[in-house]
């Protein structure tokens, strides 16, 4: 299990890279292809569900639940910008408390190497989240 979680960044680098191209070609659904494909639940599923259900369902990948809830969160955080970007500020705003849900649930879990990268980005997406709720 150790080896899968310390290819989180790797898949998370490849994943963000995939994005990023689907960004420019300004193709959304390519996320929705993305989050099944990597984590195997439908994008609609997920921003539909409580990050409690979410978790639940992640849970049915046994030893990889982790680094799917990371690579989910990676997704939601992209899909939040991109909806920020059509002004979908709600949708934004769901999308990150889901990831930051996500990152909460799983940041103890992971290599010292990935809490360095995503201890900031939960702090940044908290920090947001308290921002807005004011």
Do not use: F, N
Request: negative net charge.
């Amino acid at each position: 299990m150790a080896d899968y979680i310390l290819t989180i960044v790797e898949q998370v680098g490849l994943m963000l890279a995939e994005l990023a191209r689907l960004k420019s070609g300004e193709k959304p659904a390519g996320i929705s292809v993305l989050c099944l494909r990597e984590t195997g639940l439908p994008l609609d599923v997920v921003k539909h569900s409580s990050p409690e259900t979410i978790l639940q369902l992640l849970k049915t990948g046994g030893g990889t639940q982790y680094a799917r809830a990371v690579l989910l969160a990676e997704l939601l955080m992209q899909d939040a910008d991109l909806s920020d970007a059509a002004g979908k500020k709600r949708e934004a705003i769901i999308g990150r408390a889901q990831a930051a849900a996500l990152l909460e649930h799983s940041i103890d879990q992971l290599s010292p190497e990935e809490q360095a990268i995503y201890r900031p980005k939960l702090e940044a997406l908290t920090s947001d989240l308290e921002r807005i709720s004011r």
